[in-house]
């Protein structure tokens, strides 16, 4: 039987911080696996806005590019999977995927992003990434100066609202829920937002495009984007399993890193939106990047003991 190939390192998730964190390690010639299962955050946007010469560029289109810099790295190895559980081993970690795979590194680098849990608000889903958003810098640009709406989800939500108004007249949907104190409502008057205390009976337009939202009282407020601050959670429970410290974040639980992206368990790093609460591609690439020096220089210095 051959003996399994001991990477070293492992990176968990191969998009903006994934790929981001091999590119250091490829370039130290190091022996690099990349294991993902496809699902980038941003799938569901037409459009990536706001990375460093690539505005404008499709998702996947900017994924994909990434993929084949890295290729040309003979050390660098993709995989097609799901990470599904993570353990100490004798030379560092084992990672199983789901379909029984079994991958061996001196160190980790998790990149493996998170999910967005959207509220239950009919027509709201499938609208998710066109018209409905989560993002101003990376899609408010494209609604300038229309009419925005902004759905009351977490505490964040008045930020939210707040910071909205900046791109076009604000309308915060309260959906049901209570009313903002005194003070948040007079924060919310001097931005101009107006505020809409009935429940929402349904989003409306044709496809992803947005006319308005429909209240439970029949009333319609015209829209052409409505803007949530998502509650979030990772797609994989593999930190947990490695006993990484988590902490909960503003809008879901996060990993705690320190600023070289080294979590609390010595050889394994983490980069991207699983580890901070302001999320896009270009934080998460700059994340993956320090990850993977770091965890490039660990295997330097670990074995000097410093
Ligand atoms: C609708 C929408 C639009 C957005 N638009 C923009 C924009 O225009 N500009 C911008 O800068 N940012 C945008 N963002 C934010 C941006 O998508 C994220 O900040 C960025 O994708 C984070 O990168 P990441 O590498 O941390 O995670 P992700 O890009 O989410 O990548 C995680 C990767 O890990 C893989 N993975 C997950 N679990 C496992 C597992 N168990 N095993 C193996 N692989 C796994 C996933 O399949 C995925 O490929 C948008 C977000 C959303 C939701």
Aim: hydrophobic fraction near 45%; charged fraction near 20%.
């Amino acid at each position: 039987m051959t003996p399994a190939t001991i990477y070293d390192a492992l990176i968990v998730g191969g998009s903006f911080a994934g790929l981001s964190a091999a590119m250091p390690l490829a370039r130290a010639a190091k022996k690099v696996c990349v294991l993902d299962s496809g699902q980038p955050r941003n799938r569901f946007a037409e459009a990536s806005h706001g990375f460093f010469a690539q505005d404008g560029v499709a998702p996947l289109t900017l994924k994909a590019a990434g993929r084949e810099k890295l290729a040309a790295y003979p050390t660098v190895d993709f995989v097609e999977g799901e990470a599904i559980r993570a353990q100490r081993s004798d030379d560092g970690f084992v990672v199983e995927t789901l379909h029984g795979e079994r991958l061996y590194a001196r160190k980790l680098v998790l990149a493996f992003g998170i999910r967005d849990h959207l509220p239950d608000v009919p027509g709201l889903a499938e609208r998710w990434g066109g018209t409905v958003l989560h993002c101003p810098y990376c899609h408010g640009y494209e609604f300038l100066n229309q009419p925005l709406g902004v759905l009351r989800v977490t505490p964040m939500s008045v930020h939210q609202a707040l910071l909205i108004s900046e791109w076009g007249p604000t309308t915060f949907f309260l959906n049901g829920g209570d009313r903002p104190d005194a003070e948040t409502l007079g924060h919310l008057k001097a931005r101009g937002v107006q505020i809409e205390p009935a429940p929402i009976a349904t989003l409306e337009g044709e496809a992803e495009t947005l006319d308005g939202v429909r209240l439970s009282d029949g009333r319609v407020v015209p829209l052409a984007a409505l803007y949530v601050a998502t509650r979030t959670e990772m797609t994989s429970p593999l930190a947990e399993q490695l006993g990484c410290i988590i902490q909960d974040g503003m809008h879901g639980p996060l990993i705690v890193v320190d600023q070289i992206g080294q979590t609390s368990v010595p050889g394994v790093f983490a980069a991207g939106d699983i580890t901070r609460s302001m999320h896009n591609a270009s934080f998460a690439a700059a994340d993956g990047v320090m990850a993977g020096v770091a965890a490039h220089r660990s295997l330097v210095f670990g074995p000097l003991g410093l």
